[in-house]
């Protein structure tokens, strides 16, 4: 079937075959007659699509026996109809050399084209054609993901170059308190200075202030003596004073001197002098170091061949993939779950805890030997319905009240966020940002929902850019690094993938009819491990949807497994739970 890992591409339908990129995903049917089987191959000779038994009979025709047919994708594309400007009724078959224009069979015979090299304007365009895949391929697979690495390497840097910044404006006010620091010290030293040069002085204003009361006493008993002498009756004692020789006389007014007030130099400073005691910033006189691009030399090995030499590489490559869909698993540990009938959705916690649910509404927590902490009764079901949230708590999904419900590391619970008239079936919340992601159903519809932290809702993802309904049953979900929402949708029995956006990427749909996801986690490296209910396995995607390996089959001695929940710790472990109550903890490839 022309057709890779099953993944929906539904920008790809609507267009033309001419349109569709070389590498793109899309299902072609056989050409011959109303045969509608899957087209293999390609007769360049007939320009004709055909399936694998249409080869067959064309090969064993007399007519059609030499004719070249080769796989769909080398094949030589066919020259598009065009009508000559010249002589309407003729096509144009055939490029003169000379002129450089293309022309039809007649007028390679008119004199003006009498003596020209033509050639035939099929083989020009199949080396146009061919050397347009071969750049295509160059760009997807050097130029493209060259820039991208680019990018994220800018990116490191914008994040580094924050880091720098915010550390030196720290440093300058740290550096700018201590100068504050000191200038208050400063200040107030100079200021007791100030008060005790004040005290002094007053004082001594104080002592003059209490010599000149004294001396106006002085004056004031001198003045009743005095009258004391004008007296009638005391003539004679006046007339025995004038007589004395000591005769009272008047004091002379007491000395007393101004004070001499202390004087303010202000500094002398500049602007330059405060920025000399804050430190300065320099750039270094470098010259900036060019970013490494590899070689396209190193990169050619990624690009696609054409002809025989892209076949044979393309079934060396189903050889490895046949390989990688068997690759090894070790088992680290395994223990049992009390209080669970099985393990149909796991949430690591912090400190060695985990949380780990049922079909029946038990949310137990337990450590890592399996010992019961805490036991919640739920009314979450085959959902991915409880996660950890960044701060630590406990969040469920209560679908019955239309709420989801948070669990404090104290074990209080308490309402966190209303979802009106939708059901909340799964939940998971963003190591990227905090976010909580939710799927909700009302009926047979779904979507999910996304709420900041504080239960704000910020986001809804329902429809594709068709208008199509991307979701009828999300029961388990989680974010890829890239910002991908990644749902597991029982009903659709597809993994379903959105960027963070809420465009459509891709749909995965197994390997085999009658894929039914279950529990689904992302790693470190971006790949999506999803549970598969019917085969039993662990299926290993890279971000793109592209199948790198089935994890947890018989070929891997792996036995009497029924995975329904899966998820990876920052050991890269992964976490199996069971159809009965016990979790398995394995090594898987990387």
């Given at each position: 079937m022309q057709l890779e890992g099953h993944i929906d591409t539904q920008n790809t339908m609507a267009l033309s075959e001419s349109q569709v990129p070389p590498d793109a995903q899309h299902y072609l049917v056989c050409g011959t007659g109303d045969c509608e089987k899957n087209c293999q191959f390609y007769c360049n000779d007939c320009h004709l699509p055909m399936c694998e038994q249409c080869r067959d009979e064309h090969q064993k025709n007399k007519k059609t026996k030499n004719h070249e047919v080769v796989p769909y994708k080398p094949r030589k594309r066919q020259l598009p109809v065009e009508k000559c400007n010249i002589h309407p009724t003729r096509q144009i078959e055939f490029l003169c050399e000379e002129c450089q224009i293309p022309i039809c069979p007649?007028?390679?015979?008119?004199?003006?084209?009498?003596?020209?090299?033509?050639?035939?304007?099929?083989?020009?365009?199949?080396?146009?054609?061919?050397?347009?895949?071969?750049?295509?391929?160059?760009?997807?697979?050097?130029?493209e993901p060259t820039s991208q690495e680019l990018k994220k390497e800018i990116a490191g840097d914008v994040t580094e170059i924050k880091k720098i910044m915010e550390g030196i404006?720290?440093?300058?006010?740290?550096e700018a308190e201590s100068v504050k620091r000191m200038v208050d010290t400063v200040i107030s030293d100079k200021i007791e200075?100030?008060?005790?040069?004040?005290?002094?002085?007053?004082?001594?204003?104080?002592?003059?202030?209490?010599?000149?009361?004294?001396?106006?006493?002085?004056?004031?008993?001198?003045?009743?003596?005095?009258?004391?002498?004008?007296?009638?009756?005391?003539?004679?004692?006046?007339?025995?004073?004038?007589?004395?020789?000591?005769?009272?006389?008047?004091?002379?007014?007491?000395?007393?001197?101004?004070?001499?007030?202390?004087?303010?130099?202000?500094?002398?400073?500049?602007?330059?002098?405060?920025?000399k005691l804050l430190g300065r910033i320099t750039v270094p006189n470098t010259k900036p170091e060019n970013r490494k691009i590899k070689p396209?030399?190193?990169?050619?090995?990624?690009?696609?061949?054409?002809?025989?030499?892209?076949?044979?590489?393309?079934?060396?490559?189903?050889?490895?993939?046949?390989?990688?869909?068997?690759?090894?698993?070790?088992?680290?540990?395994?223990?049992?779950?009390?209080g669970v009938g099985s393990v149909l959705h796991i949430s690591l916690g912090k400190s060695g805890r985990i949380w780990v649910s049922d079909s029946r509404g038990n949310l137990i927590q337990t450590d890592l030997q399996g010992n019961q902490l805490q036991k919640v009764q739920t009314s979450g079901g085959i959902e991915g319905y409880h996660t950890v949230t960044q701060d630590g708590d406990q969040?469920?999904?209560?679908?019955?009240?239309?709420?989801?419900?948070?669990?404090?590391?104290?074990?209080?619970?308490?309402?966190?966020?209303?979802?009106?008239?939708?059901?909340?079936?799964?939940?998971?919340s963003s190591h990227i940002n905090g976010d909580i992601?939710?799927?909700?159903?009302?009926?047979?519809?779904?979507?999910?929902?996304?709420?900041?932290?504080?239960?704000?809702?910020?986001?809804?993802?329902?429809?594709?850019?068709?208008?199509?309904?991307?979701?009828?049953?999300?029961?388990?979900?989680?974010?890829?690094i890239n910002g991908d929402v990644c749902v597991s949708d029982y009903d659709k029995h597809a993994v379903v993938v959105v960027d963070k956006s809420g465009q459509h990427r891709f749909s995965y749909r197994g390997q085999w009819s009658g894929f039914t996801p279950y529990g689904i986690?992302?790693?470190?490296l971006g790949h999506i491990l999803v549970c598969d209910e019917i085969s039993n396995t662990v299926h290993l995607l890279d971000q793109d949807g592209r199948v790198l390996s089935l994890l947890l089959t018989e070929q891997q001695g792996v036995k009497n497994i029924y995975p329904r929940s899966v998820c990876v710790d920052d050991e890269k472990n992964m976490w199996v739970g069971d159809v009965d109550n016990t979790v398995k903890v394995y090594k898987y490839p990387k």
């Open positions: 007649k007028c390679a015979t008119t004199k003006e084209h009498r003596g020209h090299v033509f050639t035939d304007l099929e083989v020009v365009f199949a080396e146009k054609c061919s050397f347009c895949q071969e750049e295509i391929a160059k760009i997807r697979n050097y130029f404006r720290t440093a300058m006010k740290a200075q100030v008060d005790k040069i004040e005290q002094s002085l007053l004082q001594t204003l104080n002592g003059q202030n209490q010599t000149i009361d004294d001396y106006i006493n002085y004056l004031n008993d001198l003045v009743k003596t005095f009258y004391g002498y004008l007296s009638p009756s005391n003539i004679e004692k006046l007339t025995v004073a004038l007589k004395s020789e000591n005769f009272i006389m008047i004091k002379p007014i007491p000395e007393t001197s101004k004070p001499v007030p202390p004087v303010f130099t202000a500094g002398q400073h500049s602007k330059e002098d405060v920025a396209m030399e190193t990169a050619s090995t990624q690009l696609k061949p054409l002809g025989k030499q892209r076949k044979q590489d393309r079934e060396k490559s189903d050889v490895k993939q046949t390989l990688s869909l068997f690759s090894s698993v070790t088992k680290v540990r395994e223990y049992t779950v009390p969040i469920y999904t209560d679908r019955e009240n239309k709420v989801i419900n948070n669990i404090t590391p104290d074990n209080t619970i308490t309402e966190f966020i209303k979802t009106g008239d939708w059901e909340p079936l799964s939940i998971h992601l939710v799927g909700l159903v009302k009926g047979s519809v779904g979507k999910v929902t996304r709420y900041n932290k504080t239960g704000t809702e910020i986001q809804n993802i329902q429809r594709d850019n068709k208008g199509q309904g991307l979701y009828s049953d999300p029961n388990y979900i989680t974010e890829n986690c992302t790693d470190v």
